[in-house]
């Protein structure tokens, strides 16, 4: 059974760019969340869709946003890039996004330079 | 309300040692306490879970206890060996619906280092 894959491993960009960072969830999972993994700050919650809708979103600012497609793959998006969202981006796949079941990627490591 | 607070920060244990990290969260909504594993270059692994109605739940040499009461749970790790060296995260999430959808909390991570 293949794990949730997230592309691509790594990414370097230049400040006021944008990026989309892409997450395959397990199969028949329909739930994906997305996580931003810092030294700093930890482990951060952006934001879950389930079935094409957003359900739940963090305290992040606008230029993070996301969607997901009918096969339940997903993307976040980050424009306007400054030096502090440089960090490891995690998705999480699920079932039904509820307590228990999730399953990580290995993530993104978005560098901004 | 929403924090999870992770202490120690970072733990050496020799091989064969108990390595125990503790978890205190705020919010009495939070009703399953997951703890995740991470490797370098991995995303976080489900380790071991518990539900605030039980106050111990034991997985091989993983251990968590939970006190409702004081608002706390804990990770043992019995016989820790070389391979245990990772990080650790206990994390906390609210009854499905609603602003819990897909959202864990976490606490802020422990790096754990086992000598062989």
């Known amino acids: 059974k293949a794990g949730v894959t997230q592309t691509p491993r790594y990414l370097i960009k230049t400040r006021g760019q944008q990026v989309t960072l892409s997450c395959s969830p397990i199969?028949?999972?329909?739930?994906v969340s997305w996580y931003q993994q810092t030294p700093g700050q930890g482990l951060q919650f952006l934001f879950e869709?389930?079935?094409?809708?957003?359900?739940n979103k963090g305290n992040f600012p606008g230029r993070f946003s996301g969607r997901q497609f009918s096969n339940s793959r997903s993307e976040m998006n980050v424009s306007t890039l400054e030096l502090g969202d440089s960090a490891l981006y995690l998705c999480?796949?699920?079932?039904?996004?509820?307590?228990?079941?999730?399953?990580f990627g290995s993530g993104t490591r978005l560098t901004v330079v | 309300q929403q924090q999870v607070k992770q202490s120690p920060q970072s733990l050496i244990v020799q091989k064969g040692g108990i390595s125990i990290i503790n978890c205190a969260y705020e919010?009495?909504?939070?009703?399953?306490f997951p703890w995740y594993q991470q490797f370098p270059g991995k995303g976080p692994a489900l380790l071991i879970a518990?539900?605030?109605?039980?106050s111990e739940k034991k997985e091989g040499r993983f251990t968590i206890s939970f006190n409702k009461s004081a608002k706390q749970f804990s990770l043992h790790i019995m016989d820790s060996q070389p391979g245990d060296s990772a990080t650790y995260f206990c994390?906390?999430?609210?009854?499905?619906?609603?602003?819990?959808?897909?959202?864990?909390?976490f606490g802020q991570g422990t790096i754990l280092t086992v000598h062989p």
């Open positions: 999480a796949s699920s079932y039904l996004g509820q307590q228990n079941g999730y399953t």
């Open positions: 199969s028949g999972h329909r739930s």
């Open positions: 869709y389930f079935s094409e809708t957003q359900r």
């Open positions: 919010n009495t909504a939070f009703d399953y």
């Open positions: 518990i539900r605030p109605d039980v």
């Open positions: 994390a906390a999430i609210m009854p499905g619906g609603g602003t819990s959808y897909g959202k864990l909390t």
